[in-house]
């Protein structure tokens, strides 16, 4: 694939109008992560909760801390700073992300139950009190993949990051992302395995350069 054009990569912060596309662009990234395919175990699941659901997260990040896109909105990184690990219920009354909840039947809930636990207890036990930026999503149009976006917002993240001397802290469920995001100075600190679901999570970790 051809490289985006140059206005293309321009950095913009999303803004209210922005929200449900930027969503969609991250409901179409993570379709075939395998965290959301464990989660939402079925398509018909995935279709009826993501497009409730990538919107809520984006508007979280934009409460909390950063929503990124580049001008053209085919890639979307969410940003969260220390403090903002728990979303917990006011933060989802903000958020919209209750009524996602609501959608969900028991077994889905249990299964985000038994995954979401381990990700926010890693984060925790890694990086405790220490400043960082939680680089918490980044998705990018599956059309537009290859083509420079994805790299241009991880750019942008660390020209904040480096600049504030912070580290950055990421998990992935796929190791595919390991080797990319290996490719960015970041390293696995842990490697866990969740207990009673396929997944295994790496906690990675991006020193200030």
């Given at each position: 694939m051809l490289d985006a054009p140059q206005d293309a990569l321009t950095i913009k912060s999303v803004e209210r109008?922005?929200?449900?596309?930027?969503?969609?662009?991250?409901?179409?990234?993570?379709?075939?992560?395998?965290?959301?395919?464990?989660c939402l175990s079925d398509p018909e699941a995935y279709q009826r909760i993501a497009p409730r659901m990538f919107p809520g997260l984006v508007r979280r990040a934009m409460i909390y801390g950063k929503a990124w896109a580049t001008r053209d909105l085919n890639a979307v990184a969410l940003r969260l700073p220390l403090g903002a690990r728990r979303i917990g219920f006011w933060g989802a009354l903000r958020s919209g992300l209750v009524s996602t909840f609501l959608l969900m039947d028991n077994a889905t809930r249990r299964r985000f139950g038994r995954a979401f636990p381990i990700v926010e207890e890693t984060h925790r036990r890694i990086m405790g009190d220490q400043p960082h930026w939680y680089c918490w999503m980044m998705g990018v149009m599956p059309a537009c993949q290859g083509?420079?976006?994805g790299r241009?917002?991880?750019?942008?993240?660390?020209?904040?990051?480096?600049?504030?001397?912070?580290p950055c802290y990421l998990e992935t469920f796929s190791e595919r992302s390991v080797r990319v995001h290996e490719g960015q100075m970041y390293s696995i600190r842990q490697t866990v395995r969740v207990p009673g679901t396929p997944l295994t999570l790496y906690a990675m970790v991006r020193p200030p350069q």
């Open positions: 109008a922005d929200v449900q596309r930027a969503g969609e662009v991250l409901a179409s990234a993570f379709r075939d992560d395998p965290f959301f395919l464990y083509a420079g976006v241009r917002l991880m750019r942008h993240t660390f020209e904040q990051t480096d600049r504030a001397g912070l």
